[in-house]
T-cell receptor
Framework: DAKTTQPTSMDCAEGRAANLPCNHS???????VYWYRQIHSQGPQYIIH???NNETNEMASLIITEDRKSSTLILPHATLRDTAVYYC????????????FGPGTSLSVIP | SAVISQKPSRDICQRGTSLTIQCQVD?????MFWYRQQPGQSLTLIAT?????????ESGFVIDKFPISRPNLTFSTLTVSNMSPEDSSIYLC?????????????FGPGTRLTVT
């Protein structure tokens, strides 16, 4: 079973920030939080990851709570092309840790 | 990053037949993964394919149904054997790229299989 829980779906107005929550209350000290997204009819795409500090890249920001039991992916200015299923995954940094996908959050960006 | 191609991109097959899906990566990778995504569902890991060793299958998947080859560090195949309509899915190849402080996975575009 996936180690994370996410809302099934969310809507966001175009141009506004999209905040996607993820609960990972059983996360271990050596597990990282990864985010991927899957645009319709494409393979999943890596977005961002973090351990305990907040992270930002050209695509998004990742905010991890101090107790590491939850996190939020932020798309600062959502566009229609951000409509996708977003997956939150926890994993350790070894080549032998299986990446298990939960059901994810279906984000719809509305004009 | 890694660029992954899959062949075929889609196919329609009759029940009882088999289909082999090819996955080609533009760089050498140690770990390759095969996933299945049934209509409207998330991705399910089928197996992990390491070069030079037998693939490791997840619970619910067996080698007789989904034989995998991994002849070198840039190529793998997945065969869906004795197909039934329940095998209609998107099959995705994935590789892991190690860089700095990151274990990013890259995915191919998928093979959309319809079994009639």
């Amino acid at each position: 079973d996936a180690k994370t829980t996410q809302p099934t779906s969310m809507d966001c107005a175009e141009g506004r920030a999209a905040n996607l929550p993820c609960n990972h209350s059983t996360i271990s000290g050596n597990e990282y939080v990864y985010w991927y997204r899957q645009i319709h009819s494409q393979g999943p795409q890596y977005i961002i990851h973090g351990l305990k500090n907040n992270e930002t890249n050209e695509m998004a920001s990742l905010i991890i709570t101090e107790d590491r039991k939850s996190s939020t992916l932020i798309l600062p200015h959502a566009t229609l092309r951000d409509t996708a299923v977003y997956y939150c995954i926890v994993r350790v940094h070894t080549s032998y840790d299986k990446v298990i996908f939960g059901p994810g959050t279906s984000l719809s960006v509305i004009p | 990053s890694a660029v992954i191609s899959q062949k075929p991109s889609r196919d329609i097959c009759q029940r009882g037949t088999s289909l082999t899906i090819q996955c080609q990566v533009d760089s050498q990778v140690t770990m390759m993964f095969w996933y299945r995504q049934q209509p409207g569902q998330s991705l399910t890991l089928i197996a992990t394919a390491n070069q030079g060793s037998e693939a490791t299958y997840e619970s619910g998947f067996v080698i007789d149904k989904f034989p995998i080859s991994r002849p070198n560090l840039t190529f793998s195949t997945l065969t869906v054997s004795n197909m039934s309509p329940e095998d209609s899915s998107i099959y995705l190849c994935s590789v892991e790229s190690l860089g700095g402080n990151s274990y990013e996975q890259y995915f191919g575009p998928g093979t959309r299989l319809t079994v009639t």
